[in-house]
T-cell receptor
């Protein structure tokens, strides 16, 4: 079974600075998808960024980018120019690409990000 | 993204009440999920439905009864709940094939059991 580990329960960053949230995962599969979700105080889970394992290029979405290291099974999220609205719980998630019944997401325990003005 | 809606947003119920949570997705997905999120705990997957068929029940107590009449609607029927069932209940949907898009979540129902 796949596992997702977020080793930082809490992180903080100054507004306009850059912060990196870490995520590692364990899998024996070669093809899969990785995601970062954001859950602000409103509790709505929002998909921030996604990465397909067969793509070597790191995904980017505006101020959000990932550092995907497939061999190391690492998938960190970098937030540049942090804004107050970035304060939230961030979840890393894994999904198999093998089809069948393996379409569920496996989530990490989350990292609570605080943005200081 | 609000392609997944949940009602009610807040619910307070006694232990002897019966209530239902509703989820509707407008994204054309075929899989739907119920999650429980308690304070300071990781997300817990409760049930999974694929094309209206239940494909997973993660040892959820029988006081939680899911229903999926079609691929767009998912219900969670609640009866004789316990105070420890107080939590945020999240619904999500996805495609079971072409998984690059991930799951899309509703805003959740904040449940308080007195």
């Amino acid at each position: 079974a796949q596992t997702v580990t977020q080793s930082q329960p809490e992180m903080s960053v100054q507004e306009a600075e850059t912060v990196t949230l870490s995520c590692t995962y364990d899998t024996s599969e070669s093809d899969y998808y990785l995601f970062w979700y954001k859950q602000p105080p409103s509790r709505q889970m929002i998909l921030v960024i996604r990465q397909e394992a067969y793509k070597q290029q790191n995904a980017t979405e505006n101020r959000f980018s990932v550092n995907f290291q497939k061999a190391a099974k690492s998938f960190s999220l970098k937030i540049s120019d942090s804004q107050l609205g970035d304060a939230a719980m961030y979840f890393c998630a894994y999904r198999s690409a093998s089809g069948g019944s393996n379409y569920k997401l496996t989530f990490g325990k989350g990292t609570l990000l605080t943005v200081n003005p | 993204e609000t392609g997944v809606t949940q009602t009610p947003r807040h619910l307070v119920m006694g232990m002897t009440n019966k209530k239902s949570l509703k989820c509707e997705q407008h994204l054309g997905h075929n899989a739907m999920y119920w999650y429980k999120q308690s304070a300071k705990k990781p997300l817990e997957l409760m049930f999974v439905y694929n094309f209206k068929e239940q494909t997973e029940n993660n040892s959820v107590p029988s006081r939680f009864s899911p229903e999926c009449p079609n691929s767009s609607h998912l219900f969670l029927h609640l009866h004789t709940l316990q105070p420890e069932d107080s939590a945020l209940y999240l619904c999500a949907s996805s495609q079971t094939s072409g998984g690059a898009l991930g799951q899309f979540f509703g805003p959740g129902t904040r449940l308080t059991v007195l």
